[in-house]
């Protein structure tokens, strides 16, 4: 199984970025395609942004586009999520998550079967 490990959350204005990051070890990141999810307090989790093993293909929720970019390093094992123009509703636990089955999951979650424990990104107003 993979092992993926968040970094990059913080505290941010509205208007700002961020950028994720997501380790990944154990398999090599080629092999999973590879999602971000969020979860604000009180709501249920949700997607965010989806992507390719080989990062040709991508997917992302309503409430982000145009504002983040999921990329990828196979070579480094790493996946990123690039954030702009945050909002204060983009105030979540975000978890990257891989799933080593398909080249490819979009938006559902119960595809995935590895997920990170999570980092918080709060955008003050």
């Known amino acids: 199984q993979v092992q993926l490990v968040e970094s990059g959350g913080g505290l941010v204005q509205a208007g700002g970025s961020l950028r994720l990051s997501c380790a990944a070890s154990?398999?090599?990141?080629?092999?999973?395609?590879m999602g971000w999810f969020r979860q604000a307090p009180g709501k249920e989790r949700g997607f965010v942004a989806a992507?390719?093993?080989?990062?040709?293909?991508?997917g992302y929720a309503d409430a982000v586009k145009g504002r983040f970019t999921i990329s990828r390093d196979n070579a480094n094992n790493m996946v990123y999520l690039q954030m702009n123009s945050l909002k204060p509703e983009d105030t979540a636990v975000y978890y990257c998550?891989?799933?080593?089955?398909?080249?490819?999951?979009?938006?559902?979650?119960?595809?995935?079967?590895?997920w990170g424990q999570g980092t918080q990104v709060t955008v003050a107003s």
């Open positions: 998550a891989a799933d080593e089955s398909r080249y490819y999951s979009g938006g559902d979650s119960t595809r995935y079967d590895s």
């Open positions: 154990g398999r090599p990141a080629s092999r999973c395609a």
């Open positions: 992507i390719s093993r080989s990062g040709g293909s991508t």
